[in-house]
């Protein structure tokens, strides 16, 4: 038979039992609260970041057609046997068209230099030009250099990548 004071024991228990889980309930949606909240707030910074880089590459993808055409009023330009004919953007590159002159200097030569540190050849080429670097860096464009022999005809095409570019930057 129960007795008053176990039943009391047996209610006092259940109230407890079911503050406890009340508890731990509320605790784990104050926990999933905050946690959505930082997960909300990391994806606005995240969101920000993106906006912010993908301003910055935006406003180097308009202002790269100006700088082309600025560099192509000075070409054709030559020096010690290549002469640097034209320059355009293409599927995210930046392109230099360049004919050797093989009298002068050797085809083979020069394009193994260029290919085994193409970035280096980026960077002097384009050494009185810093902004044109900058802006292909932010527009996360590639380099390509198809290179012409001016007497046999043969062509090399050597190409840095964007990533590439990016990494020396850093």
Same mark, same amino acid.
Do not use: P
């Given at each position: =038979? !129960?007795?008053?004071? #176990? *039943?009391?024991?047996?209610?006092?228990?259940?109230? +407890?039992?079911e503050r406890e889980k009340q508890e731990i309930s509320s605790q784990k949606d104050e926990k999933q609260e905050i946690s959505s909240q930082k997960d909300e707030n990391e994806g606005k910074a995240i969101q920000e970041d =993106?906006?912010? !880089?993908?301003?910055?590459?935006i406003e180097a993808r308009k202002v790269l057609p100006e700088l082309v055409e600025f560099l192509k009023q000075g070409l054709p330009a030559?020096?010690?046997? =290549?002469? *640097?004919?034209?320059?355009? +953007?293409?599927?995210? #590159? !930046?392109?230099?068209? +360049?004919? +050797?002159?093989e009298n002068v200097i050797n085809f083979n030569e020069v394009t193994k230099y260029v290919e085994s540190d193409g970035l280096d050849f980026f960077q002097s080429i384009n050494a009185n030009n810093p902004q044109l670097i900058k802006k292909v860096r932010l527009a996360k464009y590639n380099f390509s250099v198809e290179f012409k022999g001016r007497n046999s005809g043969r062509t090399k095409w050597v190409t840095v990548l964007a990533d590439e570019i990016q990494k020396a930057s850093n």
């Open positions: =038979m !129960l007795t008053f004071s #176990a *039943w009391g024991n047996y209610r006092r228990e259940k109230v +407890i039992t =993106m906006v912010e !880089l993908n301003n910055d590459v030559t020096r010690e046997g =290549m002469s *640097w004919t034209d320059v355009e +953007i293409d599927n995210n #590159a !930046l392109i230099y068209h +360049i004919t +050797i002159d």
